[in-house]
């Protein structure tokens, strides 16, 4: 890391924790480091993390490389194919258990479609970033995950990082992840049609149904808990599902209450 980039990293946490606590509501976070910008969103504070995170990708003229555990927020899946559509070279690498979901699938079945090209990991661990560059000009990272729950009721936060720098090493990382053949391997993902058609512009319904998981599975023992049981109201460090599927999927069992 050069000094440069360790000096505007150092400066980006300082920045959080002076101004993280003065966000209003709806209004991003944002504030200025050696001549860069630095936005950040948090969802319990209503500043719409989501929102932000469509304006870079939208922003976005040739090149969107994003790197994301969860991907099934039906606006950030159009934002993302609408990019595609205008000309904007982009790839996805996502979490193998991740993608075997049923809501996630559906998105990366539409993605595919599009003609977006799609990695998973085969190594052991997940593939647990949450960034996009675009352009190699500006950066995201956070805990924010592309998901209803982290845009509603979860404890996220995303960053926007508008330096070149930083935005070249992210796409740096990125480029070696797509390069590498033995921990990494092509999803193919599309939506079955007649006559080889790919999807129409229309989000799957499964996809944007589900705007309330209910489903949770803490992230310690790996164990799903559904709505009326024992401990669902206490539990805390939760994964937000879909369904007791997604959730199977994702390397959860049910809770033997």
């Given at each position: 890391?050069t000094k440069?980039?360790e000096?505007?990293?150092?400066?980006?946490?300082?920045?959080?924790?002076?101004f993280g606590?003065?966000?209003?509501?709806q209004?991003?976070?944002s504030t200025?480091?050696?001549?860069s910008?630095?936005?950040w969103?948090?969802?319990?504070?209503?500043q719409?993390?989501?929102?932000?995170l469509?304006?870079?990708?939208?922003?976005?003229?040739?090149?969107?490389?994003?790197?994301?555990?969860?991907?099934?927020?039906?606006d950030i899946v159009?934002?993302i194919?609408?990019?595609k559509?205008?000309?904007?070279a982009?790839?996805i690498?996502?979490?193998?258990i991740?993608?075997?979901?049923?809501?996630?699938?559906?998105?990366?079945k539409?993605l595919?479609?599009?003609?977006i090209p799609?990695k998973?990991?085969t190594?052991?661990g997940?593939?647990?970033?949450?960034m996009?560059v675009?352009?190699?000009?500006?950066?995201?990272?956070?805990?924010?995950?592309?998901?209803?729950?982290?845009?509603?009721?979860?404890?996220?936060v995303?960053?926007?990082?508008?330096?070149?720098?930083i935005?070249?090493?992210?796409?740096?990382?990125f480029?070696?992840?797509?390069?590498d053949?033995k921990?990494?391997?092509?999803l193919?993902?599309?939506?079955a049609q007649?006559?080889?058609k790919?999807s129409?512009?229309?989000?799957p319904?499964?996809v944007?149904a589900c705007?309330?998981?209910?489903?949770k599975?803490n992230?310690?023992?790996?164990?799903y808990?559904?709505p009326?049981g024992?401990?669902?109201d206490?539990?805390?460090?939760?994964?937000?599902?879909?369904?007791?599927?997604?959730?199977?999927?994702a390397?959860?069992?049910?809770?033997?209450?």
């Amino acid at each position: 890391m050069t000094k440069r980039l360790e000096l505007i990293v150092s400066s980006i946490v300082a920045a959080i924790l002076l101004f993280g606590g003065l966000a209003y509501a709806q209004s991003i976070s944002s504030t200025k480091i050696n001549g860069s910008q630095i936005d950040w969103a948090f969802t319990q504070d209503n500043q719409q993390p989501e929102k932000l995170l469509i304006d870079v990708i939208n922003s976005s003229k040739k090149t969107l490389d994003i790197a994301i555990y969860s991907l099934t927020y039906p606006d950030i899946v159009a934002a993302i194919k609408d990019a595609k559509k205008r000309g904007v070279a982009v790839r996805i690498v996502t979490d193998k258990i991740q993608s075997s979901g049923q809501a996630q699938s559906e998105a990366l079945k539409l993605l595919g479609s599009a003609g977006i090209p799609i990695k998973i990991n085969t190594h052991a661990g997940l593939m647990h970033l949450k960034m996009v560059v675009a352009d190699k000009k500006i950066a995201t990272t956070g805990s924010f995950n592309y998901s209803k729950a982290a845009s509603t009721t979860n404890d996220e936060v995303l960053m926007v990082l508008r330096d070149e720098t930083i935005a070249k090493s992210f796409s740096s990382e990125f480029d070696k992840i797509w390069a590498d053949t033995k921990k990494y391997e092509t999803l193919e993902k599309k939506i079955a049609q007649p006559e080889g058609k790919v999807s129409s512009d229309k989000t799957p319904s499964n996809v944007a149904a589900c705007s309330k998981p209910t489903i949770k599975g803490n992230k310690n023992s790996k164990i799903y808990h559904v709505p009326g049981g024992k401990s669902y109201d206490s539990l805390t460090n939760v994964e937000l599902f879909c369904s007791e599927k997604d959730a199977v999927a994702a390397g959860y069992k049910k809770a033997k209450n």
